[in-house]
């Protein structure tokens, strides 16, 4: 992994973009710019852990992560996250097959109880917003103690609906990313980094 002499600030932070040829010979054609490399994901993704961590140490934490998007950034999340935890997935889909959003679909329901508990809602990206915005009113229906909510990306351009996330890792500008679990159309969930994908990829395939 290729190390950056940079110093990372504990908030919401701009990715420091790689020079091109950061990016696999073989994906080049495909993506414009390696936006986040493994060693900023890594290193930011222990601050935000370590903040949540103190945050809710005497809390009651159940974490709902959202599929598919949140694996890598989940995955490496909780396992830095030294507190007793309960986790839950929720399954929604924007049913699109492209990059602009379009109406919501529950593909799977929330199995464990949150009544009176501390939810941490986890997501990949708050874009527009209208995903955060469903599911924390769904949430809230289950009369959880509390919710936050934590996303790895912000492109806070983009908002429609008047939402925040609590934590937040990077705050990107208005351009459409893959890799560390993010998809276009099902693929690149397994790049280790995120990339922007280059517009030619998904211009004229909506
Ligand atoms: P929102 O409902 O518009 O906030 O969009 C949130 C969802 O859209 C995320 O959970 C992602 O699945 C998807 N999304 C939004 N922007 C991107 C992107 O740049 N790359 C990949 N997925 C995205
Ligand atoms: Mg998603």
Redesign the pocket.
Known sequence: MPKQPINIPDKPTRPVVLPVDYIPENLRGELQTLLIGEWQLAHRVRQLAQTIEQDFADKDLVVVS?LS?TVMFLADLIRHLNIPLHLDFMGVS?YRSGTK?RELVYTKELRLEVKDRDVLLV??????????KSVIGKLRQLKPRSIHTCVLLD?TARRVEDVQADYVGFEIDDM???GYG???AERYRNLPFVGVLKPEMYEGGE
């Open positions: 959202l998007g924007s959003s997501d990949d990206i708050l874009d527009t917003g209208r995903t955060l492109k459409f990313v893959v993010l998809d276009y």
